[in-house]
Each structure stands twice: as C-alpha cells, then as structure tokens.
C-alpha cells in the first residue's frame, strides 16, 4: 500500500468509482492526518447566549441534522457567510 504524505499527491477523480480503486491501494500518512485536525484554542471564541423561539432551534436542529452538522456549527457558518455578504455590500473590508 502506497502513502499519501503531501495533499498534492492527491489526484483530481473522475468518479467514486475512480477514487474507491485508488484508496484500495492508497493511505494517508499519520503526520498528514494530524496535520489537517483542527484543535480550537479556547481563546479562539467567545460564548453567548442567544434566545430562540423553541420552534425556530427544533427547526434549526432539524436542518442541521439533514445536513449531517451540529446545528451551532451550521449557526456560525450561516452568520460568517452573512456577515462576508454584508461586508461585501458596504465595502467594509473589517
């Protein structure tokens, strides 16, 4: 079995099909695997406390789940894309 030790080796597939072969003969190297896992720093966020209608979060969980997230993980990625749109619409580059 060949190992993956730089995302460059990495080619473009054509097809799940492609892409199953060449795992069947293809691992990831540890360093790369371990490289690439995100380990939050507690300084890196700040938590609130956010009100919600019950309804909303049950649907807001509903969607989440759909999407196979955690729903405040999908919250944060809603409010950083919203955040990137309004910026974009005011010129704000802060």
């Known amino acids: 079995m060949k190992t993956i ?17 060449f795992w069947l003969e293809h691992e990831l190297a540890p360093q790369l695997i371990n490289g ?18 019950p309804r909303m979060l049950s ?17 944060k990625q809603w409010l950083a894309e919203r955040m990137e749109e309004e910026m974009r619409r005011s010129g704000d580059g802060d």
Do not use: G, V
């Open 5 to 21: 030790t730089a995302w460059s080796e990495l080619p473009e597939f054509q097809s799940d099909e492609e892409e199953c072969a």
């Open 36 to 53: 690439s896992i995100h380990s939050p720093d507690s300084r890196e966020s700040t938590t609130i406390t956010l009100r919600f209608d």
């Open 59 to 75: 649907r807001i969980k509903r969607i989440a789940r759909s999407r196979f997230l955690n729903y405040q993980s999908m919250m």
